[in-house]
Structures are given as C-alpha cells and as structure tokens.
C-alpha cells in the first residue's frame, strides 16, 4: 500500500503518512477503540541507529535510549499541536507498545507487523521476537508510530512546528 505522502526530518527519521489499510483495521481497534477508521491517518517513523539494534549491550541501550527520547518529544509535540487544534491525535510509546494518551486500554500496537504492511519491510526473527529490517539500514532501524484524525494539512503543519523544535 503506497503512503499518501513520505517525508524527513531535518535530522533524518523518516516518516510517511497512510490511510488505515483493511488489513490493519482489527489491530487498530483494539489499541484505539473510539477511533474513526475512515479519518484516522497512520505516521510510522523510522530513526537510523549508530548501531544494529538486534545486538545487546551497554552502547545499544544507550542508542535506543536517545533514539526513544528524540522520538517522544517530537511526537508530543506533534500531538500536542494537533489536539491544541481540536484533533485526535496519539503517539505509541516504543518501550511498551502502549499508547502515550488515550491510555484507557492495555492493548499493544504490533509496530513491526505495521510496518512490513504500510511499507513493505521486510522481517526477521531474531530469539522470540521479530525484527524490522529496514530496506538501506538493515536492523539498524529504531520503528515508531503517531496516529491522528486531522487532516492531513494539518498534520504537515504539526511536524513542521515538532521539526522546527527539535532542531532548537
């Protein structure tokens, strides 16, 4: 399924911009039970690690740290925006799978199945859990997720003010 549109950040997490494809309606629902379907737009992101994230370690943990805090304060911000907007909007937290603000249910976002469907990445297993590879950085690759219900120019205009501040 093509994006509606792709877009960077100055700093280089991509992200694009889908409708809900039918295959991921179910799961959408369980995490986002209120959510309109038909205006709910979908923002996977995806962050170049300095390093493979399937390995452990100290300097992995370290990566993903500061991989995981880029992400929230850009993604707060974008919701932020959003809701000061009157929109819907949300953010998955990477760590637990769970939703940063409509939290009323425990139900997990499965990010890396998401993502293979909205952008074709291919997987792998890695232990018990699956890895997304990404098509230039390999498991390099740190995957995250926003959701909103506002249009779509509205959205444009979100990620401008979070990629203006992000670079502050």
């Not at 300097?59 to 932020?80: G, I, P, Q, S, Y």
């Not at 760590?95 to 890396?112: K, R, W």
């Not at 074709?120 to 990404?134: D, F, I, R, S």
Request: with cysteine; glycine share 4%; aromatic share 8%.
């Amino acid at each position: 399924m093509a994006p509606l549109l792709e877009g960077a950040t100055p700093w280089g997490m991509e992200y694009s911009i889908h409708n809900v494809p039918p295959a991921m309606k179910r799961e959408i629902l369980t995490v986002f039970p209120k959510s309109n379907l038909d205006k709910l737009l979908v923002v996977p992101t995806c962050q170049h690690a300095t390093l493979d994230l399937v390995k452990t370690g100290e300097n992995v943990e370290n990566e993903k740290d500061r991989l995981l805090e880029r992400f929230m304060a850009w993604a707060k911000t974008v919701c932020d925006q959003l809701t000061t907007a009157g929109h819907w909007a949300d953010y998955i937290d990477p760590c637990s799978g769970l939703p940063m603000i409509h939290t009323d249910l425990n139900m997990v976002y499965p990010e890396v199945p998401a993502l293979s469907i909205l952008m074709g990445y291919q997987t792998a297993n890695a232990g018990c859990c699956k890895v997304l590879l990404h098509p230039v950085w390999g498991s390099a690759v740190y995957p995250a997720s926003l959701f909103t219900e506002a249009p779509q120019e509205a959205l444009l205009a979100a990620i401008e003010v979070a990629n203006a501040a992000q670079m502050e």
